[in-house]
Nanobody, 122 residues
Framework: QVQLVESGGGLVQAGGSLRLSCAAS????????MAWFRQAPGKERDFVAA????????RYADSVKGRFTISRDNAKNTVYLQMNSLKPEDTAVYYC???????????????WGQGIQVTVSS
């Protein structure tokens, strides 16, 4: 089992920045691929970004490329999502997820955080 707890969400104006954190406990953090997903009201849970176990491989959704940065600190068992130049369409509940194998589909991830709200006002 892997337990995940997100923090750092909130309300921000368009153009602003937020940094999400996800603290992991349980199974070895460095053995997990870590990802961020988001879900807006009435919509499916969408992939945002993923990082490999070492952090050497990273992938982003096209909608966030150049604005969001995913990173991980295996010594602190934490993954981060730095979000810059935020837009109202970034408003969603953001979820941290973990999986032993590389994946970009929500259905492939075994472990999930409880989610945290990010609201971007225009």
């Amino acid at each position: 089992q892997v337990q995940l707890v997100e923090s750092g969400g909130g309300l921000v104006q368009a153009g602003g920045s937020l940094r999400l954190s996800c603290a992991a406990s349980g199974r070895t953090f460095s053995a997990q691929v870590m990802a961020w997903f988001r879900q807006a009201p009435g919509k499916e849970r969408d992939f945002v970004a993923a990082t490999s176990r070492s952090g050497a491989s990273i992938r982003y959704a096209d909608s966030v490329k150049g604005r969001f940065t995913i990173s991980r600190d295996n010594a602190k068992n934490t993954v981060y999502l730095q979000m810059n130049s935020l837009k109202p369409e970034d408003t969603a509940v953001y979820y941290c997820a973990a999986n032993p194998a590389w994946a970009t589909y929500a259905t492939e991830y075994d472990y999930w955080g409880q989610g945290i709200q990010v609201t971007v006002s225009s």
